[in-house]
């Protein structure tokens, strides 16, 4: 098993390693009857696969326009809803072997950042690590202010939930997620309502927790271009795609997918200054970012 | 600076030092008694009069036994009725008990002396048949404030408990039943004065053993007015002590509950 120490910093030297599908979404089909009776298709026969990467922290986009069905997919991907049709699956930790996915094998970073009030911000964390981490209560308490440390929670650690700031209740999500082992973390529109400095600093942290727990994967889910772009290895493009005379199609799928590993601009400092970059953006925001 | 302090009196929530507030409550309690001194309503006792007849119920007439079997029909109803109604409120969240639930509710609309028959068949008259006659009747109430308690937890609390992974009784435990405590605290705190109508019925209704509703029967039917008021003032005193020990054991069971959501 990779261990942080095994973790190669920086770009990318030579080729990269891929190994086996870690997550796939099979043809997954999602609709809702709406309040007029009409069947509304969210999401059409989408298929998605997240590959490992050996020795990388991994993190990939969805991106897609408001109301593409972000949201929707997530809440299958974490086995929240059923797909009308279609699956997804999930790695079980043996190489290549998936199953159907379960609620509780993809941990969730809900937009509100839900978290239980009753318990102050150190027992958010410990009492999920002792129940679902298998952790006995002293070594759940000593893992949680570790990370309380290392994320600048310290002082807030005996706080009570609603005390913390926007940004504190993100960290302290993030890592709700994060010490119950969890493979898979879906952050929904993470940097939604926050101003550009913060969304700077959320991208610095999520790349930084990335990195610390390579074995992790986070699927990050938003429309924001360059937030993707800056903080991801793979982006995927959800949209609807386009009959010859231009009109959408029903249901949302991935009309294009963005491997920023081969484009040379995954896992970089500085990515904005970077021509590849720049160009990027541009084609998804001029071209390729679909309109619903 | 003083004049800031008294407009804050009549403004939208106003932040009063504590002497202001302690002036207050002694201005209205003056109020009160000067009102009642110089009330135009001949019947009224004055508060000389039902002080005196205070202290002879205590010394000749054996108050503090009737107050002993009032408080503990009071206390021993409340416990039973919170432990029913928790259950029955509990029960609601899964399916098969839905109904029951419901029904328990709907019962609240039905006068309360109509279930005097239903437990004199099943109790003869004392202590059993008080008991379960209050924890009936608040459990009705009880149980429909504390199931929209449990109806307004977020949804999203519970995706959270599921995403983590947690099962069944983990989920309940975490979502329902502990963060509720609180507020089901204070819905037992509201309903105890609803508690205390059924007391002097019940007691009105079930004299043998005494207590302050029987006494306060006797007294109105052999119109002793200024005995009656002064256990009607009693019971006051008595639902005041009662609610300040729901505020402070709030306040130092569960101290996240005072603060207010930021965001
Ligand atoms: N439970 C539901 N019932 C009916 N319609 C729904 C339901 N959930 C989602 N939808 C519809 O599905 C579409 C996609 O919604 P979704 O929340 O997935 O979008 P999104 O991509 O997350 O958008 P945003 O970026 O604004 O959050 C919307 O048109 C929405 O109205
Ligand atoms: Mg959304």
């Known amino acids: 098993m990779a261990s942080y120490e095994d973790c190669v910093a920086g770009p990318l030297e030579g080729h990269v390693e891929r190994r086996e599908a870690l997550l796939k979404l099979e043809r997954v089909t999602q609709s809702f009857r ?64 998936l199953r159907r996915v379960r609620a509780g094998d993809v941990g969730v970073v809900f937009q509100r950042y839900p978290l239980f009030d009753d318990l102050r911000v150190v027992d958010n964390l410990v009492e999920p690590a ?27 650690g005996y706080s009570w939930p609603v005390q913390l700031s926007g940004g504190q209740r993100q960290r302290v999500a993030i890592l709700q997620q994060l010490i119950t082992g969890k493979k898979f973390i879906v952050l929904d529109e993470p940097f939604s309502g926050l101003d550009p400095i913060s969304v700077s600093n959320a991208i ?46 029903p249901g949302a799928r991935v009309v294009k997918v963005y491997d920023l590993i081969a484009e040379g601009i995954a896992y970089r400092d500085n990515m904005e200054d970077l021509p590849r970059y720049r160009e990027l953006y541009k084609q998804i925001c001029r071209k390729d970012f679909p309109l619903l | 600076m003083q004049e800031n302090k008294l407009s804050s009196l009549l403004k939208l929530r106003g932040e009063i030092t504590k002497p202001i507030r302690l002036a207050l409550l002694s201005g209205w309690m003056l ?6 001194i110089f009330s135009p309503m001949k019947a009224l006792p004055t508060p000389t009069e039902v002080l005196l007849a205070l202290r002879r119920m205590f010394a000749e007439q054996h108050l503090l036994y009737h107050l002993v079997v009032t408080l503990k029909l009071n206390i021993v109803g409340l416990v039973y009725a919170t432990v029913v109604s928790l259950l029955i409120s509990y029960l609601g969240t899964l399916p098969l008990f839905y109904h029951l639930n419901r029904a328990v509710q709907l019962l609240r609309y039905i006068p309360f002396v109509g279930f005097n028959l239903i437990f004199l068949t099943l109790f003869t008259i004392g202590f059993p048949l008080k008991v379960a006659w209050l924890t009936t009747g608040m459990s009705f109430f009880l149980v429909t404030g504390m199931t929209a308690v449990i109806e307004s937890i977020p949804r999203m609390k519970y995706e959270l408990a599921q995403v983590l992974g947690y099962n069944g009784w983990q989920t309940f435990y975490t979502v329902v039943a502990r963060p509720t405590l609180p507020h089901m605290m204070d819905i037992v705190a509201q309903n105890a004065a609803i508690g ?22 006797q007294y109105s039917s052999t119109n002793n007015l200024a005995e009656v008021y002064g256990l009607l003032m009693l019971i006051g005193l008595i639902a005041a002590v009662e609610d300040a020990i729901f505020v402070f054991l709030r306040r130092m069971l569960f101290p996240y509950s005072t603060l207010a959501e930021r965001a």
């Open chain 1, 34 to 97: 709406m309040n007029n009776g009409v069947e509304l298709v969210v999401l059409k026969e989408l298929d998605l696969e997240i590959i490992d990467i050996k020795f990388k922290p991994q993190i990939v986009s969805l991106l897609g326009p408001s109301g593409s069905g972000k949201t929707t997919a997530l809440r299958i991907i974490a086995g929240l809803d059923k797909p009308k049709f279609g699956q997804v699956l999930i790695g079980d930790g043996e190489q290549g072997s």
């Open chain 1, 130 to 156: 002792v129940r679902i981490g298998k952790m006995s209560r002293k070594e759940a308490l000593d893992q949680a202010l570790q990370y309380l440390d290392r994320f600048n929670l310290v002082r807030q």
């Open chain 1, 204 to 249: 610095q942290l999520i790349s930084e927790i990335a990195h610390q727990h390579t074995l992790n994967t986070f699927i990050i889910v938003t429309h924001d271009v360059s937030a993707a772009l800056l903080i991801s290895d793979h982006v995927y493009l959800l949209g609807r795609e386009r009959d010859e005379k231009g009109n959408p199609l």
């Open chain 2, 31 to 36: 109020l009160f008694l000067i009102f009642w």
């Open chain 2, 196 to 217: 205390w109508v059924m007391i002097t019925s019940i007691e009105t209704y079930a004299r043998t053993e005494g207590g302050i509703g029987a006494q306060i029967y």
